[in-house]
RNA sequence: UCCUCGAUAGCUCAACGGUAGAGCGAGCGGCUGUUAACCGCUAGGUUCUAGGUUCGAAUCCUAGUCGAGGAGCCA
């Protein structure tokens, strides 16, 4: 059907920028069907390049057109052939009339699960094969796409290396979370019998798993090559349900060698309103769509995040704003223990009205691997904490120095030899250094204004649900 | 994992322990440069599963499965 009288045409592309008279060829898939018996019918083409449809007016005279006018229901791929002309109706600029239509595949509207009408997310996770071809998916596809590209440049402007990360790691070394086992073990058979397992039996001669972090493994490269970042797939085997964490999620983290944790926080600031600069530049329809469909002060809160400073605030200030705040909170605040999701919702959304990165937390609530602080009880760690969806970028200034990073693991239960790679990092030539790590899916719920974040993937993996 | 709520037509939901309905979608017809089009008619059900109580269960009880919201874990 290819003909050079006919070049072929993105929607976004004429919508934009299509002049009348143009002779095109466009393909996708119809999203409704508007018909005058006699006459003609009125197509809401849609082929993925932006949110909105091209009209396309299918003329009565066509040949074939009763029988083939009847197939375009919801669902169906086309291509059509015709000229561009300036729209008689309202609503849009410019429209094809067809000349020339193939019915590529047909969607019986029996069973076609996608109505013209809207359906609940909880409906359509049902149906992760046909979602992207709504409005909503469509437009989160697209956000997606200009995240990852706007992580990408940010840090490639910047001189960042993006180095890359096993998926699979060795043992238990982490310490983040519960990891997926990987293994070759026929675990039938091993449970059949009754023997315990022997791992130098398995795949690796040890136990293996899926990695919940390449934070390690970055400050291999940000202690040798510099400025460094990783960004790809992380896994958690924790049992969690909730509109915010996924067993599958992106995580981009960087690692900066001589960064202290100011410099860290100035980085990490400046990385959120990128995005979202670089988003609003890029999807403004599709942001548009989120503001009118989803959350209604989407535009206004991201124009929010990126027009003021966030908020720095040391562990020990926030305490104190909370209990001088004059809230009943469920969980009583006090010096030490880990804030709960009402507090940080009760800083970002009421006392502040915007993002806050809190730092210098508790030893005892954190990680081995952040640098201890002189006071002796807090350590140099970081979150940022942005409305609606609280933490999204976790990071920390690690502890450099090698005698207190094998005290501190020994604190922590944890066995210094299995961290001997890591430990020899401060061994030899060790450095200050940073790093952070920040959640796509959330900074997609942010950007977006989607509630769940199962939503904001397209495959979400989350217990009990991996059918896709 | 804990707490709460839910599961009925393709979808979203009604139905006091007593004949399972509506709106939307779909099919057919009408009307119309329409645009979440509109008007009329028609079809469409193992009420999540397994037990139990009852003359009688969508409805009450028990267990399970799945889903949602909140909490924890965190990105």
Redesign the pocket.
Known sequence: MTDSLYPIAKVAHLLSLGQPDELVLVRGWVR?K????Q?FA?I?LNDGSCLANL?V?VPGELPGYATSI?EL??GTSVSFKGKL?A??????RI?L?ASELHVLGTAD??TY?L??????F??L?EKAHLRPRTNTFGAMARVRNAISFAIHSFFQERGFLYVHTPIITGSDCEG??QIFQVTTLDLARLAASGRAVDYSQDFFGKPAGLTV?GQLEAEIFATSVGDCYTFGPTF?A??????????E?W?VEPEMPFYELADNMTLAESFVKYIIRQVMEKCGDDLAFFNERIEPKLLESLNNIISHNFIRLSYTEAVEILQKSGQSFQ?PVEWGV?L???H??FLTEQHFAQPVILYDYPRQ?KSFYMRANDDGKTVRAM?VLVPRI?????GSQREERHDVLVARMQECGLKPEDYWWYLELRKYGTVPHSGF???L??TVQLITGM????DCIPFPR????AEF
Do not use: W, Y
């Not at 109505?115 to 609940?120: L, T, V």
């Not at 609280?390 to 976790?394: F, L, M, S």
């Not at 509630?451 to 199962?454: A, F, M």
């Open positions: 409704t508007r018909e005058s018996k006459d009125f809401e009209q007016v009847k229901s919801t002309q729209s008689q109706g309202k609503g849009q429209e009339l509207p029996a699960p109505q013209k009408k809207g359906h609940s909880e409906f996770r983040a979370g972090s958690r924790e049992n969690s349900n909730t509109t915010r964490h996924l067993a999620f995580m969980f880990d709960q999701s009402e940080e919702r609530i979150d609280g933490e999204i970028i976790g790590g920040l959640g899916e959330r509630v769940n974040i199962r989350t217990p009990k649900s």
